[in-house]
């Protein structure tokens, strides 16, 4: 059986190395100097030398006229080693060989006898990322404090995989991919020895599918030494490693550059007839992408791994392209290499990527707007310049005119409503809540006009400031009242109990918020008409918004059993009561009643005949929740609703046994009305 070429031309001493020149000479420098380190790591893509370079390393060591940095080769120990025979060098593969049990029985537990033949053993680790934690973590002491005779080199292809403990004890030596065109010189050098004819451009192709690996080009040369029958062509090169003709290339590039689908859909029908490999056609057609991507960033002279063919083909089409165009079509082929490694229908993503590359409309993505945008510009630079005819000139200055007078009245209209913020600032302005005269009206949040007590529309065609919420939406109110909600707990725990069962409305047409209070709950809406309580809601509300917001209190209507509202409250469209001015601001406690109704049938009617308030069946549970639910199902929590001094009542003793701020919170919440309700049971 014929031996492999990759065998067959293995460098035996350290000249042959090809493109590791680095590497080579700092080994030679350590044998000379006789500064050989006890363990090395040699790191680096497959096929660059690694393990060659290991061996050319016990070489050195172990030639009858060493240690010397050119080994003759002849010599009995040098024959041996590169047989793979010699007792003294011990290759293990990791990869096979990954347990602890592995490491005790052919390191650890050999390692402390004498060499065989040499001064010295060698110990070719290959792979060695694969080995078990367990087992890096047995060769650790070992690899730490050898014996003297003992040399230990560790290959891998992944040092990442290889625990910072294993490397702080070796000296690290990264192996490069060969270039280019080393492999292209290499490969020629193969192909006399062997007496074989070859043509430069077979060579160029076979030195690029390695991708800088010299193991993968010896290969990929044999292979097609074997199906030409002694020579290398480009067409053979081109037919068995599954690549198309450069002319091929460019045609589709061609079609892509001009957004003329017919020609890449008919590509495409004609390639896959071949039968050639979709794939790698793809991973070749980003190469190129690439290379025109270098040439119209760093010119028609920058070097490249492609033949001066190529070259002048590329820069024939490169005007097709631009910069930011060929940076999508890179990001688009890249995903497409990743898609066809799991796709079923491998022709379909690739066509569907092609309708990305020539109609960006189809891509919303960022990439593709950028190139719908610079084929607008393209457009616009190619179109002629007409000079403006005379007759057009005032015209055009009229139209200019009047937008600057828009700009200027525009301009009036904002610097009219700072002046209005900056005097709403300093003028305070009342909401509806029952405030006597002689406490002094609140500031303002509800800014009002002068006719009436509504708020103040905002002028027409001037926007109105918006916060963070669109309250004409429920949801989006329910969000905003919960976050008040939420801060006023924070600021007085008090004020947060008393609110949990209120209503908030809001009316657009005056851009204010009703907070209504439960017709039972005439303690909690006559503790917000003071000005200590009500600055804390409007501190809240305001935070919420992100923006000053007119608000007013009221008291709903009492609704009749089983949850029905009462004829009285159905006349109250989700309650709205307008702020009102200070000069109409209630001043006694009967006229809040007045708010809503003078009498009320439907509330006598709830009263029983021994005059005392029937609990109603049904409750809502909060004023979020418009769900309609037993009563029993939070009477644990409320033994009687009909009476605000027990809800009260039962509140802070809940709160007592929480938490002692919110019991303070509460009394100085009810001790607003002077003598207070039930302040004498903390007493």
């Known amino acids: 059986m014929a031996e492999a070429l990759y065998r067959k031309y293995r460098p035996q001493v350290f000249d042959e190395v090809v493109g590791q020149n680095a590497i080579e000479r700092t080994l030679r420098n350590a044998i000379d100097q006789d500064k050989v380190s006890h363990a090395y790591l040699f790191c680096g893509p497959r096929g660059t030398g690694k393990t060659t370079t290991a061996r050319l390393l016990a070489k050195a060591l172990l030639c009858e006229n060493g240690p010397t940095s050119t080994p003759d080769g002849t010599c009995e120990d040098c024959e041996l080693i590169a047989a793979g025979e010699h007792p003294d060098v011990y290759e293990l593969d990791a990869a096979s060989r990954t347990g602890v049990e592995n490491v005790r029985e052919e390191i650890i537990g050999r390692v402390q006898f004498a060499p065989t033949r040499g001064k010295r053993k060698i110990y070719i680790i290959d792979e060695v990322h694969m080995l078990s934690t367990a087992a890096f973590n047995a060769l650790l002491k070992t690899l730490e404090e050898p014996p003297s005779h003992v040399v230990f080199i560790l290959c891998t292809t992944d040092p990442q995989k290889v625990p910072e403990t294993i490397h702080s004890r070796c000296q690290r030596f990264d192996f490069r991919r060969i270039a280019h065109e080393a492999i292209v010189s290499r490969l020629g050098a193969v192909c006399m020895a062997e007496g074989v004819e070859f043509e430069g451009e077979a060579l160029d192709?076979?030195?690029?599918?390695?991708?800088?690996?010299?193991?993968?080009?010896?290969?990929?040369?044999?292979?097609?030494?074997?199906?030409?029958?002694?020579?290398?062509?480009?067409?053979?090169?081109?037919?068995?490693?599954?690549?198309?003709?450069?002319?091929?290339?460019?045609?589709?590039?061609?079609?892509i550059g001009t957004r003329d689908a017919v020609a890449c859909f008919t590509w495409v029908d004609d390639f896959l007839e071949t039968g050639s490999d979709l794939a790698q056609f793809v991973r070749d057609l980003a190469e190129r992408v690439r290379d025109l991507y270098v040439l119209s960033l760093a010119g028609e002279s920058v070097s490249l791994e492609i033949n001066e063919e190529t070259r002048q083909e590329l820069v024939s089409v490169l005007p097709l392209f631009g910069a930011d165009r060929l940076t999508f079509l890179m990001g688009v082929l890249g995903d497409t290499i990743a898609d066809l490694k799991t796709s079923t229908n491998p022709r379909l993503s690739f066509e569907i990527a092609l309708t990305r590359m020539i109609r960006p409309q189809t891509d919303l993505s960022l990439e593709a707007l950028a190139a719908r945008i610079e084929a607008l510009e393209a457009s616009q630079a190619a179109m002629p310049v007409h000079a403006i005819p005379e007759k057009a000139v005032p015209t055009q200055r009229a139209a200019a005119d009047a937008g600057l007078s828009v700009e200027k009245k525009m301009t009036a209209i904002k610097q009219d409503i700072k002046s209005d913020a900056a005097a709403s600032d300093s003028t305070a302005v009342t909401f509806a809540v029952g405030v006597k005269e002689e406490q002094g009206a609140p500031q303002a949040i509800a800014v009002t006009s002068e006719d009436s007590g509504q708020p103040a529309a905002a002028p027409s065609g001037t926007p109105v400031k918006q916060g963070a919420y669109d309250l004409t939406n429920p949801a989006a109110l329910q969000r905003f009242w919960q976050a008040a909600l939420a801060l006023i707990k924070k600021e007085k725990a008090a004020y947060h109990v008393l609110l949990l069962n209120t209503k908030l409305t809001y009316d657009a047409q005056t851009a204010s918020l009703t907070i209504g209070f439960p017709a039972e709950s005439e303690f909690a809406f006559k503790a917000f008409q003071k000005p200590e309580a009500s600055s804390v809601v409007e501190?809240?509300?305001?935070?919420?918004?992100?923006?000053?917001?007119?608000?007013?209190?009221?008291?709903?209507?009492?609704?009749?059993?089983?949850?029905?509202?009462?004829?009285?409250?159905?006349?109250?469209?989700?309650?709205?009561?307008?702020?009102?001015?200070?000069?109409?601001?209630?001043?006694?406690?009967?006229?809040?009643?007045?708010?809503?109704?003078?009498?009320?049938?439907?509330?006598?009617?709830?009263?029983?005949?021994?005059?005392?308030?029937?609990?109603?069946?049904?409750?809502?549970?909060?004023?979020?929740?418009?769900?309609?639910?037993?009563?029993?199902?939070?009477?644990?929590?409320?033994?009687?609703?009909?009476?605000?001094?027990?809800?009260?009542?039962?509140?802070?003793?809940?709160?007592?046994?929480?938490?002692?701020?919110?019991?303070?919170?509460?009394?100085?919440?009810?001790?607003?009305?002077?003598?207070?309700?039930?302040?004498?049971?903390?007493?």
């Open 205 to 255: 192709l076979v030195a690029h599918r390695a991708e800088g690996g010299m193991r993968n080009a010896l290969t990929a040369l044999e292979q097609l030494i074997a199906y030409e029958g002694g020579k290398v062509t480009l067409e053979g090169a081109e037919s068995l490693l599954g690549s198309i003709a450069s002319s091929d290339m460019v045609r589709i590039l061609q079609a």
């Open 539 to 683: 501190k809240a509300i305001a935070q919420a918004y992100s923006a000053p917001l007119a608000f007013s209190y009221m008291q709903l209507p009492k609704e009749t059993s089983r949850g029905a509202a009462s004829p009285a409250s159905q006349t109250v469209a989700g309650p709205v009561a307008a702020p009102v001015r200070a000069d109409s601001a209630i001043h006694n406690d009967s006229a809040v009643a007045k708010m809503v109704s003078s009498e009320n049938p439907v509330q006598n009617a709830s009263m029983d005949s021994a005059g005392s308030m029937n609990s109603p069946a049904y409750e809502e549970v909060s004023a979020f929740d418009d769900d309609v639910v037993p009563l029993d199902a939070y009477e644990e929590w409320s033994p009687n609703p009909a009476r605000e001094e027990d809800v009260v009542s039962q509140q802070v003793g809940e709160s007592e046994d929480s938490s002692q701020k919110e019991l303070s919170d509460l009394k100085d919440a009810l001790s607003l009305f002077g003598d207070g309700v039930m302040i004498e049971q903390w007493n």
